[in-house]
């Protein structure tokens, strides 16, 4: 096991056994939420290239929260999110050549973590979430070229990177609550090819029901 999901796991350990020697009260969630990711790989150069970094992106997240007190709430969670893909784009034509090229990645994956929550104004909170991320990578890659006919690439890569996030939301029930969150995902993957590295960020709106 490696480095990164050990300490992953303490993290949510810790927290699990702090809010439990604190307080004698919590409940089960779930939470869903949709939204927008947006990759951050750098810019083309123009030239015929085009680079469409966003994408509609997804989270479904299940754990349990102890209320410890004075308006926070401290958990553990477990979940998946899928952030779309990032999608490259060449073409280049003249009278007699054309050359075209496509590739795109899209990076999903399963999260562990920890979670806080601290509610105020009435039925306003904030909260704040941070953990591992066991991300995959898989990409594809297209070109055509006159004279040249045309080809196909794909693969995947796996890594253990981390994610964390905060957001602002509205208890609407003792049980219901909707939010609007902000989250970075730092994707990492590796082949025997060679690793691959980045950072996803994602708005989502979320709503969650606690049970």
Request: a neutral charge.
């Amino acid at each position: 096991m490696n480095r990164i999901l050990t300490a992953a796991l303490g993290a949510a350990l810790a927290v699990a056994s702090a809010s439990a020697a604190a307080a004698d009260t919590g409940a089960f969630f779930i939470n869903a939420g949709v939204g927008q990711a947006q990759y951050h790989v750098g810019r083309t150069d123009g030239l015929g290239y085009t680079l469409d970094e966003k994408d509609t992106a997804g989270a479904l997240r299940f754990g349990y929260a102890w209320k410890v007190g004075n308006g926070f709430d401290l958990g553990v969670e477990g979940g998946y999110t899928d952030l779309g893909k990032v999608v490259s784009r060449y073409y280049y034509a003249t009278t007699n050549f054309a050359q075209t090229a496509h590739a795109d990645a899209n990076a999903k994956g399963w999260l562990l973590g920890g979670t806080g929550r601290y509610n105020f104004a009435d039925n306003w909170f904030v909260s704040a979430r941070a953990g591992w991320f066991r991300s995959t990578v898989h990409a594809t890659a297209n070109y055509s070229q006159t004279g040249y006919g045309s080809g196909y690439a794909s693969g995947s890569a796996d890594g253990d990177g981390w994610y964390g996030g905060v957001g602002v939301g509205y208890d609407f029930a003792p049980n219901f609550s909707m939010g609007l969150n902000y989250d970075n995902y730092h994707v990492k993957g590796k082949t025997d090819a060679g690793s691959v590295t980045g950072n996803v960020g994602s708005y989502m709106l979320s709503a969650e029901y606690r049970f």
